[in-house]
């Protein structure tokens, strides 16, 4: 997947996204054993390998240094969103408490399709 143009809102990975998000998502972590917050499965779709996301609350480590570096700026860059609208949907991942952060998580990005 390529990067888009700064305000250009990747709408079919978007609904990529919230279409195929797992039954369950992790806090604080882009990928562990108990699986993918928000941010690592956006990476994980994205075309990111696990062991890139594994064990990393921020970071994203790929051969490529063009796709290594703050999971934030990464998934902003890809996606084509707001720095600050990534912020907020890994905000809210990690602090919406287990049982409904698949529900919240989905919320905000159906928002994100309406309102960008």
């Known amino acids: 997947m390529s990067e ?3 305000d250009a809102i990747g709408r079919p990975e978007l609904r990529r996204v919230r279409d195929k998000l797992p039954e369950r998502l ?3 972590i882009l990928l562990g054993d108990g699986g ?8 994980t779709l994205a075309g990111f390998h696990p ?3 594994y064990n990393s609350t ?4 790929d051969p490529d240094p ?3 570096g703050l999971a934030v700026e990464i998934v902003a860059g890809i996606y084509g969103l ?3 609208a990534v912020e907020e949907l890994a905000r809210t991942n990690d602090t919406t408490p287990t049982e409904r952060r698949v529900q919240t998580v989905r919320q905000m990005l159906d ?4 309102n960008s």
Request: aromatic share 10%.
């Open 36 to 43: 993918f917050c928000i941010l690592g499965w956006m990476l």
């Open 66 to 68: 063009r796709r290594s």
């Open 82 to 84: 707001p720095q600050a």
């Open 26 to 28: 992790n806090a604080g």
């Open 58 to 61: 921020l970071f994203v480590t």
């Open 111 to 114: 928002d994100l399709l309406e």
């Open 4 to 6: 888009k143009e700064p």
């Open 51 to 53: 062991i890139t996301l």
